[in-house]
């Protein structure tokens, strides 16, 4: 296929067929990530890439008589590398047998939170969705590092004109979609909270919630323009929120050393190491929501300002 | 019945289009593409080996026996949002070479390069 917009277009469904796929496999925790992430948010960053790098594939292909030949040797090997798997649905496979039988039976006892995935995430695995967070803030960084322009042209009251401009323009184009966001926005945002702090009853958490925080920003700002997105959210205070997140998350873990227990280990928080437990989950799931969030805001309010740029550019060239 | 291994060949097959995609493709967003496809399709391998016959979600509750596996969830979970915070970096390179070269397709800026040497 050669236009781009289409092959986005199916990648996306491809990720909200994975995300059902997920539901039938139990993972629903899994399912709601892959929901916003692979159907939503995803689809939208490489559209916004499009946008900047054109839409059409020039039809060169390297030499796909050997590629083909390189898959087919690497599929025929890994197949037969499967011969010696586990059945599908075997409950006596060796990925059941190690740690996963000590997670279902005595998490309610140690943890005390129903919803497994989050008290492994949270508790069990703290340190490695430590580094998770710690990953997803630098990737952040790169993206500003890359995309980040310098906004100068015309200023706050330069902005203010523009958001009359299109203030105006408002009555002609897309208002239904316009009206209609502005209900749904207050309803995907409050959504967003409620998966954030539900998350140790049900599915959700920090990642979930934090995509779909960002979802409903990124909605906004699609519908209201950059310069209307920019004067409610501060850029730099945005780029601070990311970084309270890591830190929120780390110092949960340098208070829990303080008290001479563990890296992250919660019981250092209250008396009743239950308590503790729940208040750490509460506190790190809140430093994910917050990272997640704005990482996501800074990397689509990039992506998306580079474009304004180089409209601006045109323009003053011509 | 070798039958029951269906589900590591689905992920088998899904892989080697993703790589087909990486390899055969000139053009950087399509070959972005065929990196998440080839995520997508280790998630699936994962997720596909947590799965017990007879289980449900890992949501504590009462009167159920089996539960499917909790941890690969766990790993999964983390791993699509750090893929797509990746993918984000990836599709930033991508943009800035179209801003260097002009171009995002591989020869292109191949030739480019060698012009310039």
Known sequence: ?318 | MILGLYNYWIVVVLMMVGFYIVIAHGNLIKKIVGLTIFQTSVFIFYISMAKVDGGTAPILAEGIKQYSNPLPHVLILTAIVVGIATTALGLALTVRIKEAYGSIEEEEIQEKDNLDC
């Open chain 1, 1 to 318: 296929m050669k236009d781009l917009f289409a092959v986005i277009m199916l990648s996306g469904i491809y990720g909200l067929l994975s995300a059902s796929f997920f539901v039938a496999m139990d993972a629903v925790d899994v399912a709601f990530t892959e929901a916003s992430v692979g159907a939503g948010i995803s689809t939208l960053l490489m559209l916004a890439a499009i946008t900047m790098t054109g839409r059409s594939e020039h039809p060169v292909r390297h030499k796909p008589v050997l590629a083909l030949a390189v898959v087919i040797v690497t599929g025929s090997l890994l197949i037969y590398g499967t011969l010696d798997m586990p059945y599908f649905g075997s409950a006596e496979a060796p990925v059941h047998q190690h740690v996963a039988p000590r997670y279902i039976n005595d998490s309610m006892q140690e943890v005390g939170v129903p919803n497994i995935v989050t008290s492994v995430l949270a508790s069990y695995r703290g340190f490695d969705t430590f580094g998770e967070v710690v990953v997803i803030f630098t990737a952040g960084m790169g993206v500003l590092a890359l995309l980040s322009v310098v906004r100068h042209p015309k200023g706050v009251a330069g902005d203010i004109e523009e958001i009359d401009s299109l203030n105006k323009s408002m009555h002609e184009e897309h208002l239904i979609l316009r009206i209609v966001a502005k209900m749904l926005i207050p309803f995907i945002l409050l959504f967003a909270l409620y998966v954030q702090f539900h998350g140790d009853y049900g599915p959700g958490g920090g990642f979930q919630a934090g995509v779909i925080f960002a979802a409903a920003i990124i909605l906004y700002t699609m519908l209201f323009g950059m310069s209307t997105a920019r004067r409610v959210i501060n850029q730099s205070l945005i780029q601070l929120f990311a970084a309270i997140g890591v830190l929120v998350y780390g110092s949960v873990g340098v208070i829990s050393l303080l008290e001479g227990k563990h890296f992250l280990d919660y019981s250092a928080l209250s008396a009743d190491p239950v308590a503790g437990q729940h208040l750490g989950i509460l506190l790190i799931e809140l430093g994910v929501g917050i990272t997640v969030a704005s990482v996501m805001v800074i990397i689509f309010f990039n992506f998306a300002g580079r474009k304004d740029d180089q409209q601006n550019k045109e323009n003053n060239e011509s």
